[in-house]
């Protein structure tokens, strides 16, 4: 029987890979790092449109109208700082802050200290439903350069070969409908050919208003989730049955 799905959309924290992960090794190395990268990385052409963006997300036009009241260069970096600590204190998903933060685990990931987990049926699973002709593409709140550096350098291996794409918030919230009408636009599919899978029901929510059919992702550590949601959970992607 023919899959009744073309595409497979997949949320990474709490889906492909464990919210422990992301929260006991990747955010602490951000940390650990952020003042050391802020001040060789300073110059680099490509902080300066990540500053901007963290600076828009904080309601401001730009870095420099954000910072014009600091004259050195160190004090407007210990206002970077402080805005990502908060930031990550809060556990805001803003697209400046994970920008920086894929730059900031880049190092990380390439000399090894850094290896993505995933869960042991997420390389079996990619295989399985590419070999069946199926799409797999990630939309996750981590930025697509994150999102290539974990996929990249997972326990797994090089996992990237399986993807057919990537989405990060650059395409929208994930709570939010439009965000997944875009993509199911860029993808070429209309919403029902497409199975997302993610621990956040207010993202399945958003998804399936899209048209999207959903399964709720219920891995170790996950948050629980209000009853009376109405998505199906899978403990594994083994669960996914493709007809
Ligand atoms: C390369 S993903 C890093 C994890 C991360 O920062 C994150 O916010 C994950 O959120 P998700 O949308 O995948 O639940
Ligand atoms: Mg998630």
Redesign the pocket.
């Known amino acids: 029987m023919a899959s009744p799905w073309n595409c497979i959309l997949l949320?990474?924290?709490?889906t492909t890979s464990s919210v422990s992960f992301?929260y006991d090794v990747?955010f602490p190395f951000v940390l650990r790092e952020l003042d050391n990268y802020l001040e060789c990385a300073w110059n680099a052409p490509e902080l300066s449109p990540v500053l901007d963006q963290i600076a828009q997300d904080a309601g401001h036009q730009s870095f420099l109208a954000w910072t014009a009241d600091l004259t050195d260069e160190s004090s407007r970096r210990e206002r970077v700082a402080s805005e990502i600590r908060r930031l990550m204190a809060d556990d805001v998903?803003a697209t400046g802050l994970?920008q920086l933060?894929g730059m900031i685990w880049k190092d990380g990931f390439e000399r090894g200290e850094l290896v993505a987990q995933v869960y042991q049926d997420v390389p079996e699973a990619l295989e399985a439903w590419t070999s069946a002709g199926l799409r797999v593409y990630i939309y996750?709140?981590?930025s697509i350069a994150?999102?290539k550096l974990?996929f990249g350098h997972s326990e797994a291996g090089n996992l990237l070969p399986y993807f057919s794409g990537h989405f990060d918030t650059t395409t929208g919230p994930?709570k939010e409908t439009q965000s997944y009408l875009t993509i199911a636009a860029e993808i070429g599919e209309a919403g029902e050919k497409v199975l997302f899978i993610s621990d956040v029901t207010a993202e399945l929510d958003a998804a399936r208003e899209a048209g999207m059919e959903t399964r709720l992702s219920i891995r170790p550590g996950n948050k629980p989730v209000e009853e009376g949601h109405g998505h199906e959970p899978i403990a594994s992607f083994s669960q996914v049955s493709l007809g």
């Open positions: 949320d990474i924290e709490g992301v990747m998903k994970k933060q996750s709140s981590g994150a999102q974990f994930k």
